[in-house]
């Protein structure tokens, strides 16, 4: 697990294709120590699990479902890259839980600056939306943030210069594409309450107007 706080930003050193997978080589220091093989690292968002280490470097496979999934795929040398280690269970908790498994990838709809902050609106398909709430969680390309509004096409972020200095977020413009992971109690909550009617869970958005007609008040 992840909080979406990120140490580090990295860079794609070099890539090996393969038929619908890769291989990723990524540059960092940071996030390296006390790292070894088998150890995860969330990049830009996807949990990784390292398969080989050098000095200032680690390695990483990336599958066929991930690539599918994510925008890992569009990387290519020089691309810079959010790096976390994994969670320690003694150290404090700053973001929100992030598994590092991607639901899908948004498009950067607009940019726009409010004094020292930044406004990223990014546009998802319905079946993320569905999961995003206002003043809930969503990390986007691995940066745990709070959605500050939500409508039928797309959210809507603040990123204050802190979070805009140390990760990629601000260095992406309009139609650029982001890794999404909604917050994953959202899915957990929907899976109980529907009791297994998958079909009647794609129509409906979890609302006030269900809850109160499945018991809650």
Not at 81 to 96: I, P, W, Y
């Amino acid at each position: 697990m992840f909080t979406g706080i990120i140490e580090e930003v990295g860079y794609v050193e070099r890539v090996t294709k393969g038929a619908k997978s890769s291989k990723l080589r990524i540059r960092a220091d940071s996030v390296l120590q006390d790292v070894k093989t088998g150890d995860s690292i969330c990049t830009s968002g996807v949990c990784l699990t390292v398969t080989g280490l050098g000095a200032g470097w680690f390695e990483a496979d990336v599958m066929a479902e991930t690539m599918r999934r994510s925008k890992l795929g569009s990387l290519k040398t020089g691309s810079r890259v959010n790096l976390e280690r994994a969670m320690k269970l003694d150290g404090r908790f700053g973001g929100h839980l992030v598994g590092g498994h991607i639901d899908g990838t948004g498009v950067i709809r607009s940019v726009m600056r409010e004094d020292n902050a930044v406004w990223i609106t990014v546009s998802a398909a319905g079946s993320l939306l569905r999961y995003i709430v206002e003043k809930g969680s969503i990390a986007v390309d691995g940066v745990s943030l709070t959605v500050a509004s939500v409508d039928e096409e797309g959210f809507r972020v603040s990123v204050i210069p802190h979070t805009g200095k140390e990760t990629t977020l601000l260095e992406q413009g309009v139609g650029c594409e982001v890794n999404l992971e909604c917050d994953v109690i959202c899915k957990y909550v929907e899976m109980l309450l529907y009791r297994g009617t998958e079909q009647s869970a794609k129509e409906e958005r979890l609302s006030e107007d269900f809850l109160r007609r499945n018991g809650f008040k």
